[in-house]
């Protein structure tokens, strides 16, 4: 169903050209929304991230790390804390020292990520920016925080407390 406003004599155009300036305000109000919101990793830190990392897994994950801190700062909060496995994620070991170990599973960042890598590699290496919009952010179901000590430092996290986990799937 489409409704149209109707204009009468009644109309004036004063209230007219308030109608449609409130119009273009909520437009313009939601493509900076939305720029504010993309999350975009540029030219240079992709080249900066490649010379880094030798092989395509270290290379994503880093742009994985910078990902997941713009998630934080975007308050995203639905971050997967479980299910690690049986012996993966934070737990304390034999001398009572709390270790992370790597999780291994991919989930929907990683799959996204790969992806759009795929999309880019071939440019030119002053071309690639991967952008990540609200609507992709949306679609991550499964995102871990963490998936290793060394990301848990560059978020500024320090191991201070374990607790117990136990596994009840068979």
Not at 61 to 79: D, E, W, Y
């Amino acid at each position: 169903m489409i409704r149209a406003a109707q204009v009468s004599e009644k109309t004036s155009v004063e209230e007219l050209k308030t109608r449609y300036l409130r119009r273009r305000l909520e437009q313009w109000r939601a493509e900076i929304t939305e720029r504010l919101e993309t999350i975009a990793i540029n030219a240079s830190t992709i080249r900066s991230l490649r010379s880094k990392y030798s092989d395509d897994a270290s290379f994503l994950h880093g742009m994985r790390q910078i990902v997941v801190n713009a998630l934080v700062a975007n308050k995203f909060s639905r971050f997967a804390i479980r299910p690690y496995g049986n012996t993966a994620g934070l737990y304390k070991d034999a001398d009572g020292a709390l270790v992370v170990d790597s999780i291994q599973m991919v989930d929907d960042l990683d799959r996204m990520l790969v992806q759009r890598w795929k999309q880019q590699r071939e440019k030119n290496a002053s071309e690639v920016v991967l952008y990540l919009t609200p609507t992709d952010v949306k679609k991550l179901a499964t995102v871990y925080l963490f998936k290793n000590k060394d990301d848990l430092d560059r978020l500024g996290y320090s191991i201070i407390s374990s607790r117990e986990r136990i596994n009840t799937d068979k």
